[in-house]
């Protein structure tokens, strides 16, 4: 299994960016995919996540109503659409997947997933 985010970059405070992740050697119908953060010194937190159902995302308290998690089954694709950024974003962002027999389930720990990819940069300038 390989992860592959990309789209991070520097951007003003106010703008937006999309990350997406791509996967190799799992469909993202049959996990569950969260973003995480980390920014420098701190640890690593949930952004957010969508069940193998695809339905009723989570979002951390911080990033609702600015961020929307999607799912692209074709591309077997995850995107994070980030608008209105703020200088507090500045993170490596991560996604994550882990297996699971619920449809339902959508962990927050990141020590509940199992595999992860190599993070992408987001530095947001104010």
């Known amino acids: 299994v390989q992860l592959q985010a990309s789209g991070g970059g520097l951007v003003q405070a106010g703008g937006s960016l999309r990350l997406s992740c791509a996967a190799s050697g799992l469909t993202f119908s049959s996990v569950v995919t969260g973003w995480f953060r980390q920014g420098s010194g701190e640890e690593r937190e949930f952004v957010t996540g969508?069940?193998?159902?695809?339905?009723?995302?989570k979002y951390a308290d911080s990033v609702k109503g600015r961020f929307t998690i999607s799912r692209d089954s074709a591309k077997n694709t995850v995107y994070l659409q980030m608008n209105s950024l703020k200088p507090e974003d500045t993170a490596v962002y991560y996604c994550?997947?882990?297996?699971?027999?619920?449809?339902?389930?959508?962990?927050?720990?990141?020590?509940?997933?199992?595999?992860w990819g190599q993070g992408t940069q987001v530095t947001v300038s104010s």
């Open positions: 994550a997947t882990k297996r699971s027999f619920s449809s339902f389930s959508l962990p927050m720990s990141p020590h509940e997933y199992t595999y």
């Open positions: 969508i069940s193998r159902s695809g339905g009723s995302p």
